[in-house]
T-cell receptor
């Protein structure tokens, strides 16, 4: 079965310090990988998604970056944290299954990790 | 582009009462639709999904949702609320042709009053 691991679970960092959040997926290959941020009362904001190694799409220009060095590894980074970077960061994966000959199977579902709580002071 | 709107950031119901959480979508083509639940300090769990089969979709924990194209809605319901249903609920949409991107509503916090 597929599992997703995300760490660290909680992190308290000073303003201006670097950040690295890591996410790995087991039990599947070539997944789509995602980073979302959840700020208090503001829902989920898609930050980055990746459809393959080295392929990163950024949804929102900001102080963060993402990398995918391996098929099932997705890293969220920052060189210098801002107070506004505080929030709950969620990694997720999905696999898009197409029908033979094209079309869509409808089997694509987003599965989330347990989240990483970042507090920037 | 796809988007979803959840009406009501906070909903309170009495235990045993009907739960109705509203979601309206915006999409140029019929999308895939999802409801997720989040308990405090946890990730999101899939409740149910609509992918073009039956318009009435049944999920876990007694929840169901009905896709209404004419109303561009995908409201979540449960006939009788339980204390354990208290959580944050998110509606989400993804594009039918690619399915690579998922966009979420701002969430509805459900409180169940004993």
């Amino acid at each position: 079965s597929q599992t997703i691991h995300q760490w660290p679970a909680t992190l308290v960092q000073p303003v201006g310090s670097p950040l690295s959040l890591e996410c790995t997926v087991e039990g599947t290959s070539n997944p789509n990988l995602y980073w979302y941020r959840q700020a208090a009362g503001r829902g989920l904001q898609l930050l980055f998604y990746s459809v393959g190694i080295g392929q990163i799409s950024s949804e929102v220009p900001q102080n963060l970056s993402a990398s995918r060095p391996q098929d099932r590894q997705f890293i969220l980074s920052s060189k210098k944290l801002l107070l506004s970077d505080s929030g709950f960061y969620l990694c997720a994966w999905s696999v898009f299954v197409g029908l033979r000959g094209g079309g869509v199977s409808g089997a694509n579902v987003l599965t989330f990790g347990a989240g990483s709580r970042l507090t920037v002071l | 582009a796809q988007s979803v709107t959840q009406l009501g950031s906070h909903v309170s119901v009495s235990e045993g009462a009907l739960v109705l959480l509203r979601c309206n979508y915006s999409s140029s083509v019929p999308p895939y639709l999802f409801w997720y639940v989040q308990y405090p300090n946890q990730g999101l769990q899939l409740l149910l999904k609509y992918t073009s089969a039956a318009t009435l979709v049944k999920g876990i924990n007694g929840f169901e949702a009905e896709f209404k194209k004419s109303e561009t809605s995908f409201h979540l319901t449960k006939p009788s609320a339980h204390m354990s249903d208290a959580a944050e609920y998110f509606c989400a949409v993804s594009a039918r042709n690619t399915g690579n991107q998922f966009y979420f509503g701002t969430g509805t916090s459900l409180t169940v009053i004993p």
